[in-house]
C-alpha cells in the first residue's frame, strides 16, 4: 500500500511510518519544507536500521506531491491547519482514502483544551470538503508509544467512516501495527463521540500522571 503521512516529520507520522514499513508498505512522508521531510525520513531510516530494517520504501516529499502518489492519506496535522491542508490537497486526493486521526485540541498552561468552533466532528468537516472517502481513526493512539518500536502498544482503535470498503482498509492498516485492535465504529458521525473521548483520554491521562493511556474495550 502506497501511504502518505502529510505533516508527518513529528513524532506521531514517524512512528506511524516506521511501524507501517516494517510490514512492507510504500510511505512518503510529507512536509511543507521539502528540508523537514528529508530530515523525518533520515531519523525514519536510523531508527529502523538499528532494528535490522534496510532497503525501506520510504521518501520525503512535499505535502501536495506525497497526497498526489500515495493511495492512502494520513493527516497528522494541527487541527488549525486544517484548512490550508484541504485547499492545498483537495485536486489530488478524489476519490482516495483520507484517514483523520485529528482531535480540536490545544494545550494552554498545560491543559487541554477542545477548541473546535465546527458543529460537526473534525472528520465530517473534511468530508463535506473533499471528493474522498474520509475514514477517522487512530486518535487514541499515543505518539510518544508509537515512536518507541520497542514499546508494545496495547489497545483498541475506533475507526468510522461512510464507505466500507474503505474502512476495512484502514482497519487492515490499524491492525499492520502490533497489538492494535480495529473496531468498527459505524459511520462518520460517530467520529465526533471519538474526538470528544480522545480528549477526555488526555485529561485523565494528565491527572492521573499516566500520559500514554490508550482506549481498550473488554
Not at 508498505?25 to 531510516?45: C, N
Not at 516529499?61 to 486544517?82: C, F, H, Q
Not at 484517514?99 to 494545550?107: A, D, E, G, N
Not at 486518535?139 to 474503505?166: F, M, Q, R, Y
Amino acid at each position: 500500500m502506497k501511504i502518505a503521512i502529510l505533516g508527518g516529520t513529528g513524532k506521531f507520522g514517524k512512528g506511524l511510518a516506521a511501524r507501517w514499513l516494517i510490514r512492507k508498505h510504500e510511505v512518503y512522508i510529507g512536509s511543507r519544507r521539502q528540508e523537514k521531510a528529508e530530515l523525518a525520513v533520515k531519523h525514519v531510516k536510523e531508527m529502523l536500521s538499528r532494528y535490522g530494517f534496510y532497503d525501506l520504501k520510504l521518501y520525503p516529499m512535499l505535502n501536495k506531491d506525497a497526497a498526489s502518489r500515495a493511495e492512502v492519506i494520513v493527516l497528522t496535522i494541527p487541527y488549525k491547519g486544517l484548512d490550508n491542508i484541504i485547499d492545498l490537497i483537495k485536486d489530488s486526493v478524489k476519490g482516495k482514502v483520507v484517514v483523520s486521526p485529528i482531535v480540536p485540541l490545544k494545550f494552554e498552561d498545560r491543559k487541554p483544551l477542545l477548541i473546535s468552533t465546527l458543529s460537526t466532528s473534525v472528520a465530517e468537516y473534511i468530508a463535506h470538503k473533499l471528493d474522498s472517502y474520509i475514514v477517522s481513526a487512530l486518535h487514541t493512539i499515543p505518539a510518544s508509544k508509537l515512536i518507541e518500536l520497542e514499546e508494545d502498544i496495547e489497545g483498541d482503535v475506533v475507526v468510522c467512516g461512510n464507505e466500507e470498503n474503505a474502512k476495512k482498509v484502514v482497519m487492515k492498516l490499524v491492525e499492520d501495527i502490533p497489538n492494535l485492535r480495529a473496531l468498527d465504529g459505524g459511520s462518520l458521525r460517530n467520529s465526533e463521540i471519538v474526538e470528544k473521548l480522545t480528549y477526555l483520554i488526555v485529561e485523565i491521562g494528565l491527572r492521573i500522571k499516566k500520559p500514554d493511556l490508550t482506549l481498550k474495550f473488554l
